[in-house]
């Protein structure tokens, strides 16, 4: 079994600031992760994602997360943040033989930027 | 590429009527979607996995006769909401896992459906 743990529901960063988004995971088997947004009265749009290939994985909008496997965490970052990354933001793992792709999400992060 | 669709985007009606959301990958072909339930400030609940030419799987606590999924080609599956009821009002989001080539395992999400029961 799977699950994900995010840590702040709310983080609140200034414009040109770092975002670090904070994830740990539980799996017993090797992990696939993801990192989803989702803005307002929409979907979730893939950020990146972890498939055992390299643990510094860069996403879109200039965003990346580091897998490590001692730590079980999955942490988003953004060297600079922008006023259009104001989102929700969900860890998600997905694992094993059996699991048909399922997703277990985090609770998420509510990200928001202040000028 | 990697584009899911959904339709409608929203929808209100009448409790006592049926609702059907379509969800359409629409550049690949995906023999598992996957629907969710998302409450406001919530994380998505997992509803069922949907298996194009088989019965969905359904997670523990969602009726199976009250969600009908139909999953009738690689790319189409569909949710109807049956007798829908003002607590059925959610909304509602599809997912379609690409499983060809680097893709991998990934889940690509539809833009959701508001669905109002009044």
């Known amino acids: 079994a799977q699950s994900v743990t995010q840590l702040g529901s709310h983080v609140s960063v200034s414009e040109g600031a770092l975002v670090l988004l904070r994830c740990n995971y539980s799996?017993?088997?090797?992990?696939?992760l993801f990192w989803y947004v989702q803005y307002p009265n929409q979907g979730l749009q893939l950020l990146l994602k972890?498939?055992?290939?390299?643990?510094l994985v860069k996403g879109i909008n200039g965003f990346e997360a580091e897998f490590k496997k001692s730590e079980t965490s999955f942490h988003l970052t953004k060297p600079s943040a922008h006023m259009s990354d104001a989102a929700e933001y969900f860890c998600a793992v997905s694992g094993g033989a059996d699991s048909w792709g399922k997703l277990q999400f985090g609770a998420g992060t509510q990200v928001v930027v202040t000028p | 590429g990697a584009v899911v669709s959904q339709h409608p985007s929203r929808v209100i009606c009448k409790s006592g009527t049926s609702v059907k959301i379509e969800c359409r990958s629409l550049?690949?072909?995906?023999?598992?979607m996957f629907w969710y339930r998302q409450f406001p400030k919530q994380s998505l609940m997992l509803m069922a996995t949907s298996n194009e030419g088989s019965k969905a799987t359904y997670e523990q606590g969602v009726e199976k006769d009250k969600f009908l999924i139909n999953h009738a080609s690689l790319t189409l599956s569909t949710l109807t909401v049956t007798s829908a009821h003002p607590e059925d009002s959610s909304f509602y989001i599809c997912s379609a896992r690409d499983e060809v080539g680097l893709a991998g395992n990934t889940q690509y999400f539809g833009p959701g459906t508001r669905l109002t029961v009044l």
């Open positions: 972890y498939t055992s290939a390299a643990t």
């Open positions: 799996s017993s088997v090797p992990p696939y």
């Open positions: 550049d690949f072909q995906a023999t598992t």
